[in-house]
Nanobody
């Protein structure tokens, strides 16, 4: 069973930086597309950034140029480098893993989330 464990959240001032990590275990990490989602109070969960098993990335418009997703297949870890943080980035950030196979179909997993608070 796949497990995702996030870390690195916390309180940071506007303009500051954080790096989130998501440790993957229980399957072959390199076969999975990975992503970071976030959910602010009273809002729907939204995709922040994604990275495919092949290394292609995509970002929400609101974070382009400030947040960077990356993966280390040797460490079974996906990262989210967050720079120039704004108060509106405050949310619980969730790690997501997904794999689509011809016979088994789509399987996906969520981490437990890590709180990011941007405030002075």
């Amino acid at each position: 069973q796949v497990q995702l464990v996030e870390s690195g959240g916390g309180l940071v001032q506007p303009g500051g930086s954080l790096r989130l990590s998501c440790a993957f275990s229980g399957s072959t990490f390199s076969m999975y597309d990975m992503g970071w989602y976030r959910q602010a109070p009273g809002k729907q969960r939204e995709l922040v950034a994604g990275i495919t098993s092949g290394g292609n990335t995509n970002y929400a418009n609101s974070v382009k140029g400030r947040l960077t997703i990356s993966r280390d297949n040797a460490q079974n870890t996906v990262y989210l480098q967050m720079n120039s943080l704004k108060p509106e980035d405050t949310a619980v950030y969730y790690c997501y893993a997904e794999r689509v196979r011809a016979v088994a179909g789509r399987t996906s997993y969520w981490g437990q989330g890590t709180q990011v608070t941007v405030s002075s």
